[in-house]
T-cell receptor
Framework: EAQVTQNPRYLITVTGKKLTVTCSQNMNHEYMSWYRQDPGLGLRQIYYSMNVEVTDKGDVPEGYKVSRKEKRNFPLILESPSPNQTSLYFC????????????FGPGTRLLVL | DAKTTQPPSMDCAEGRAANLPCNHSTISGNEYVYWYRQIHSQGPQYIIHGLKNNETNEMASLIITEDRKSSTLILPHATLRDTAVYYCIPRGARTGKLIFGQGTTLQVKP
């Protein structure tokens, strides 16, 4: 089954404790992206990757890092989480073919205390 | 990036057609119109997209006006499971970023 998976789905952490949210897709997609969703602000793009070893900032990249060492994985790293990074996070992927439909993961709900 | 205007909320009776409008008057010639929906904080789900012509798939139909300044998503027989926030998103070809507005909250009622 074609899918985008994220782990963990729920996470409670404390300020400053480094964490990684993993994202994996099994569709051989070139493009992957991270979004965060906050009440009243909608979904905003954090980082994206056009292909392996190619990443770039989205609209709200501060406080986040990403890497794309393999085509299927695109982890989101919070080196020193702060309470304002409490949010719902979505990973997405798409191909440049097939009408470029973007598939989203199920989401990771993060609470930073 | 083209701006969109969607009604904040709509109701629809179960079994009836739901018609969700979107105004995208600043859309450029190479931008497709994509529709996604999000059911209660789940990951957004792709519904349909089009450039100029009307499109239909197993989920919905998309009607785009001739001047491309607006479109309507049609769910032909809405069910309770179609209750969601629906987003209309203009997007250029080979541009990955999706710019989500506030969308339309569709409530399907029994």
């Amino acid at each position: 089954e074609a899918q985008v998976t994220q782990n963990p789905r729920y996470l409670i952490t404390v300020t400053g404790k480094k964490l990684t949210v993993t994202c994996s897709q099994n569709m051989n997609h070139e493009y992957m992206s991270w979004y965060r969703q906050d009440p009243g602000l909608g979904l905003r793009q954090i980082y994206y990757s056009m292909n392996v070893e190619v990443t770039d900032k989205g609209d709200v990249p501060e406080g986040y890092k990403v890497s794309r060492k393999e085509k299927r994985n695109f982890p989101l790293i919070l080196e020193s989480p702060s309470p304002n990074q409490t949010s719902l996070y979505f990973c997405a992927s798409s191909s440049w073919l097939l009408g470029e439909t973007q598939y989203f993961g199920p989401g990771t709900r993060l609470l930073v205390l | 990036d083209a701006k969109t205007t969607q009604p904040p909320s709509m109701d629809c009776a179960e079994g009836r057609a739901a018609n969700l409008p979107c105004n995208h008057s600043t859309i450029s010639g190479n931008e497709y119109v994509y529709w996604y929906r999000q059911i209660h904080s789940q990951g957004p789900q792709y519904i349909i997209h089009g450039l100029k012509n009307n499109e239909t798939n197993e989920m919905a139909s998309l009607i785009i006006t001739e001047d491309r300044k607006s479109s309507t998503l049609i769910l032909p027989h809405a069910t309770l499971r179609d209750t969601a926030v629906y987003y209309c998103i203009p997007r250029g070809a080979r541009t990955g970023k999706l710019i989500f507005g506030q969308g339309t909250t569709l409530q399907v009622k029994p």
